[in-house]
């Protein structure tokens, strides 16, 4: 009897891969690192310094175990900034992730090498898709000017409320001939205020006035030079074409 015949079999293919996905928990002086397959299979982990031997030692250690072509980073803008730009000079595809809520930290525990585990992982599966900030373009440079801006109007106001609270308990002929003045003009007429060496409440008071009236102006003259280092680092690398104006309101918004 003839036998029937067999369905054809589909043609099974064999994919073969040593890419391997690095994941990063980054911190001040050690970075945690964690290598896993493209099956999502933890390989190895390993701490390094935030040195720039200790980012080279990273990079050949993790090209140890396969092809290297992506990697997530916690923290891209601050503490993983320089491995960021290390890990873009070697060629890597560098994905910025976003820490654990504190539920599924719990969940499943909490050490350095599970979060870097679970950055790898974020990568793998698609979950992380943000690209790294660069920490080297004009976005950075603004950042960061805008970051020492910021501190220094902060220190400002902190100075200009005590200097108004001295000046309401001053001696009252010191206190009349600076009243009513705007604070722009208030913060001269004390930075001039002719003192001594203070030997009573009076005296103390005039001296106070122009020490933080100094300061504050000193403070005035470091926000004007960020200010003129802001327009400068946008009119260097604003793009000259109409989406000029877009590129300087994102450029701000990101930093």
Same mark, same amino acid.
């Given at each position: 009897?003839?036998?029937?015949?067999q %369905?054809?079999?589909?043609? /099974?293919?064999t994919i073969?891969?040593?890419e391997?996905? $690095? &994941?990063v928990?980054t911190?001040?002086?050690?970075?945690?690192?964690?290598?896993?397959t493209?099956?999502g299979?933890?390989?190895?982990s390993?701490s390094?310094p935030?040195?720039?031997? &200790?980012?080279?030692?990273l990079?050949?250690w993790?090209r140890t175990f396969?092809?290297?072509?992506r990697?997530?980073?916690?923290c891209?803008?601050?503490?993983?900034?320089?491995?960021?730009?290390? $890990?873009?000079?070697? =060629?890597?595809?560098?994905?910025?992730?976003? /820490? %654990?809520?504190k539920a599924?930290? #719990? #969940?499943? =525990?909490k050490?350095?090498?599970?979060?870097?585990?679970?950055?790898?992982?974020?990568?793998?599966? =698609?979950?992380?898709?943000?690209t790294?900030k660069?920490?080297? =373009?004009?976005v950075?440079?603004l950042?960061?000017? !805008?970051?020492? !801006?910021?501190?220094?109007?902060k220190?400002?106001?902190?100075a200009?409320? %005590?200097?108004?609270?001295?000046?309401?308990?001053?001696?009252?002929?010191?206190?009349?001939?600076?009243? &009513?003045?705007?604070?722009p003009?208030?913060?001269r007429?004390?930075?001039?205020?002719p003192?001594?060496?203070?030997?009573?409440?009076?005296?103390?008071a005039a001296?106070?006035?122009r020490?933080?009236? #100094?300061?504050?102006?000193?403070l005035t003259?470091?926000v004007?030079d $960020?200010?003129? /280092?802001?327009?400068h680092?946008?009119?260097?690398?604003?793009?000259?074409?109409?989406s000029?104006?877009a590129?300087?309101?994102t450029?701000?918004? #990101?930093?």
């Amino acid at each position: 009897m003839p036998s029937l015949p067999q %369905p054809a079999q589909p043609h /099974q293919h064999t994919i073969t891969t040593d890419e391997v996905v $690095l &994941g990063v928990d980054t911190h001040k002086d050690l970075h945690v690192a964690a290598v896993i397959t493209t099956m999502g299979a933890a390989v190895a982990s390993r701490s390094f310094p935030t040195t720039v031997a &200790g980012y080279h030692q990273l990079v050949a250690w993790a090209r140890t175990f396969g092809t290297l072509r992506r990697a997530g980073v916690e923290c891209t803008g601050s503490y993983g900034a320089a491995l960021t730009r290390q $890990l873009r000079a070697a =060629g890597v595809n560098l994905i910025e992730v976003n /820490q %654990p809520d504190k539920a599924t930290r #719990r #969940r499943r =525990g909490k050490t350095d090498t599970i979060d870097a585990q679970a950055a790898a992982q974020a990568v793998l599966s =698609g979950r992380a898709t943000a690209t790294a900030k660069t920490g080297d =373009g004009p976005v950075a440079m603004l950042r960061m000017f !805008k970051l020492a !801006k910021g501190s220094a109007i902060k220190s400002r106001t902190q100075a200009i409320n %005590p200097l108004k609270a001295v000046l309401v308990a001053a001696d009252p002929a010191l206190r009349d001939s600076l009243s &009513g003045l705007s604070t722009p003009i208030l913060i001269r007429q004390c930075a001039q205020l002719p003192v001594g060496a203070p030997n009573d409440a009076a005296s103390a008071a005039a001296w106070t006035l122009r020490l933080l009236a #100094r300061r504050i102006r000193q403070l005035t003259d470091e926000v004007t030079d $960020l200010n003129q /280092q802001i327009t400068h680092a946008v009119n260097l690398h604003t793009p000259s074409c109409s989406s000029g104006q877009a590129w300087v309101q994102t450029a701000q918004r #990101r930093c």
